[in-house]
């Protein structure tokens, strides 16, 4: 199946940083999504991103399907930023249904 | 619009006892997904239905495991007899999309932790 690798796998900030979280995918995909889960573990979609850039407040993501990443940036950190970020990809495969697939996820931790 | 519900929060049990989850999806959405978040680890896909029809099981281990959608909206997942190794948070989300590749966004409910002693 496909495989979906996140780096770093953990990152300490202190607030007002920016940062860049980094996703990488082993085959083509259908669908690119960033989820931020909470501390109380709420996963919220942060962006539905095949490909381009989209941008949303203090985020922004941008998707290269041929090179296969995807980065989310985070500029300003807040400590409500904190938590587990995920890239989640979707690939059908040839058939009519595919599965999203997550990877291991980046822990951001801000501190004040 | 009301999120993806899920009950219980949370949940304790020994070994060998069975377990039930609910989850009731987004107001409209046709697709409904199970999966299974282990601790330190990404969410990994159970289930997928399409209305009440099932489309993908594949990582369902399905000698414990069952899960149904009646009437295409609410579903159940169940758990009989658990293990350690399944505790975890299981998580119901939805997306839109009625038929065909679900490219859709995926909205996820609280999820239910379960500790199994």
């Known amino acids: 199946g496909i495989q979906v690798e996140q780096s770093p796998p953990d990152l300490i900030l202190q607030e007002g940083a920016n940062s860049t979280l980094r996703c990488n995918f082993s085959d083509s995909v259908n669908n690119l999504q960033w989820f931020h889960q909470n501390p109380w573990g709420q996963l919220i979609n942060l962006f539905y991103i095949p490909s381009g850039t989209k941008q949303n407040g203090r985020l922004s993501a941008t998707t290269v399907a041929t090179e296969r990443y995807s980065l989310l940036y985070i500029s300003s950190s807040q400590t409500t930023d904190s938590g587990v970020y995920f890239c989640a990809v979707y690939n059908a495969g040839g058939t009519s249904y595919g599965k999203l697939t997550f990877g291991q996820g980046t822990i951001l931790t801000v501190h004040p | 619009e009301a999120g993806v519900a899920q009950s219980p929060r949370y949940k304790i049990i020994e070994k060998r006892q069975s377990v039930a989850f609910w989850c009731n999806p987004i107001s409209g959405h046709a697709t409904l997904y199970w999966y299974q978040q282990i601790l330190g680890q990404g969410p990994k896909l159970l289930i997928q239905?399409?209305?009440?029809?099932?489309?993908?099981d594949s990582q369902l281990p399905k000698d414990r495991f069952s899960a149904e959608r009646l009437k295409g909206v609410d579903s159940t997942l169940k758990i009989q007899p658990a293990k350690l190794e399944d505790s975890a948070v299981y998580l119901c989300?939805?997306?839109?999309?009625?038929?065909?590749?679900?490219?859709?966004?995926?909205?996820f409910g609280p999820g239910t932790r379960l500790t199994v002693l």
């Open positions: 239905f399409q209305n009440n029809g099932v489309v993908d």
């Open positions: 989300a939805s997306s839109r999309n009625p038929s065909g590749v679900a490219t859709d966004t995926q909205y």
